[in-house]
């Protein structure tokens, strides 16, 4: 079975500018999230997709946004980037549904680094 | 504030020995608890998921306790090898799959 994967893997921006993270899942995973680690915060979740729906939300501006197609994968988009934007995001799925929680299949991650 | 500790220190130890890392919590009743293992510029992998009904539970070389009157977990790693050498992450949650992770311990096995 395939794993979990994150396109691209590295990425430079520069200020202002907007980005956009892609997320492909297991196969037969419905649920993705996101989280984002800085050495300085850790691992801290942005937001949890299931079905389409955003299910969670942690405690990030709006800037930070994201959408699950219909074959369950995900995008994540950061708009009017900031230096304290860099970091490494992860993304993890795992089967979702009612009676978590569920074991999380983390991606390798996509290195962002905003100039 | 939710507050998860592990301990930022990195800890060494010699093969073949048992190492035994930390998560303690404050503010938060979570319903489970999750440990991970995460290798430099890898996501975390999962290793051991508990409830909060639960004492211990145990997988292959691996021990996980859940103190929900102290908020303390541990987790235990025996006959350790150099392949172990990696940052373990503890993360908490009451449902779904929005996890609250701490800051993870570096643990070098020496050979």
């Known amino acids: 079975k395939a794993g979990v994967t994150q396109t691209p893997r590295y990425l430079i921006k520069t200020r202002g500018q907007q980005v956009t993270l892609s997320c492909s899942p297991i196969?037969?995973?419905?649920?993705v999230s996101w989280y984002q680690q800085t050495p300085g915060q850790g691992l801290q979740f942005l937001f949890e997709?299931?079905?389409?729906?955003?299910?969670n939300k942690g405690n990030f501006p709006g800037r930070f946004s994201g959408r699950q197609f219909s074959n369950s994968r995900s995008e994540m988009n950061v708009s009017t980037l900031e230096l304290g934007d860099s970091a490494l995001y992860l993304c993890?799925?795992?089967?979702?549904?009612?009676?978590?929680?569920?074991?999380?299949?983390f991606g390798p991650g996509t290195r962002l680094t905003v100039t | 504030s939710q507050k998860i500790e592990q301990n930022s220190e990195a800890l060494n130890i010699q093969e073949g020995k048992t190492a035994t890392l930390t998560c303690n919590y404050t503010?938060?009743?979570?319903?489970?608890l999750q440990w991970y293992r995460q290798d430099p510029g890898r996501g975390p992998v999962f290793l051991l998921l508990i409830r909060e009904n639960e004492k211990e539970k145990r997988k292959e070389r691996l021990k996980v306790t859940f103190d929900t009157t102290l908020k303390q977990s541990l987790f235990h790693i025996t006959a350790s090898q150099p392949a172990d050498s990696a940052t373990y992450l503890c993360a908490l949650n009451n449902a779904g799959n929005m996890l609250t992770f701490g800051g993870g311990t570096r643990l070098m096995v020496k050979p």
């Open positions: 993890a799925s795992s089967l979702g549904g009612t009676g978590g929680p569920y074991e999380q299949y």
């Open positions: 503010n938060y009743s979570p319903a489970y």
């Open positions: 196969s037969g995973h419905r649920s």
């Open positions: 997709y299931f079905s389409e729906t955003q299910r």
